[in-house]
């Protein structure tokens, strides 16, 4: 069974760092790319960044570049999210997300974690 | 990018059909078949409905269906169900290899 765990959320303070991770089974973890899509409180899904499958490729949505990195641990199935410089617009519910095989030919998210809640305030 | 439009909320009666539009751009939806919806219950993760515009995974009902036309995809859900009732978002593939997603739509089962 495929899973994805999250983790790592927390209350920070503005201009605070933070790690999420998500922790992934059942599946061969370094066949896959994976992306991170936030959902600030009430509000739509938006998509943040994404790394290839043996971490060469990363690209990171205009809101978050130059602040958030994202790598992955394929000997350890982790992908991680590295959220430094956070801003109150940051407070969200962070989630990892697997795309489907890119050999498949398609282009969209089959799996999904159930999410980790960042929330930047002083 | 910009995010996909859709409609704020549609609603209807149990045993009706119901259909979210989701408009984009020739670099997103127009461009690419692409396009795949989730629903998302309150509390819940998004799931995956439909995906490259018109195909459904396994386990998914039939009664959940999509299509596309030029920049403008739909989803349409035939005799709603009270277990329908959630946000729905659809997303596409877009020219700068990565995804966007639209503005949600809040589903009301009457």
């Known amino acids: 069974e495929v899973q994805l765990v999250e983790s790592g959320g927390n209350l920070v303070q503005p201009g605070g760092s933070l790690r999420l991770s998500c922790a992934a089974s059942?599946?061969?973890?370094?066949?896959?790319?994976m992306h991170w899509v936030r959902q600030a409180p009430g509000k739509g899904l938006v998509w943040v960044s994404r790394?290839?499958?043996?971490?060469?490729?990363?690209s990171y949505a205009d809101s978050v570049k130059g602040r958030f990195t994202i790598s992955r641990d394929n000997a350890k199935n982790t992908l991680y999210l590295q959220m430094n410089s956070l801003r109150a617009e940051d407070t969200a519910v962070y989630y990892c997300?697997?795309?489907?095989?890119?050999?498949?030919?398609?282009?969209?998210?089959?799996?999904w974690g159930q999410g980790t809640l960042v929330t930047v305030s002083s | 990018q910009s995010a996909l439009t859709q409609p704020a909320s549609v609603s209807g009666s149990p045993g009706q059909s119901i259909t979210i539009s989701c408009t984009g751009t020739?670099?997103?939806?127009?461009?690419?078949?692409?396009v795949s919806w989730y629903q998302q219950h309150p509390g819940t993760a998004p799931k995956l409905m439909i995906f490259?515009?018109?195909n459904r995974p396994s386990g998914v009902s039939n009664r959940f269906s999509g299509s596309k036309s030029g920049n403008t995809a739909s989803l349409t859900i035939s005799g709603l169900q009270a277990e329908d009732e959630a946000d729905y978002y659809c997303?596409?593939?877009?020219?700068?290899?990565?995804?966007?997603f639209g503005t949600g739509t809040k589903v009301t089962v009457l």
């Open positions: 997300a697997r795309e489907v095989l890119r050999s498949s030919g398609s282009h969209h998210f089959d799996y």
């Open positions: 059942g599946f061969t973890f370094s066949s896959y790319w």
């Open positions: 790394i290839n499958s043996d971490g060469s490729i990363i």
């Open positions: 020739t670099s997103d939806v127009g461009g690419y078949n692409f």
């Open positions: 490259d515009v018109s």
């Open positions: 997303s596409s593939y877009t020219s700068s290899s990565t995804y966007v």
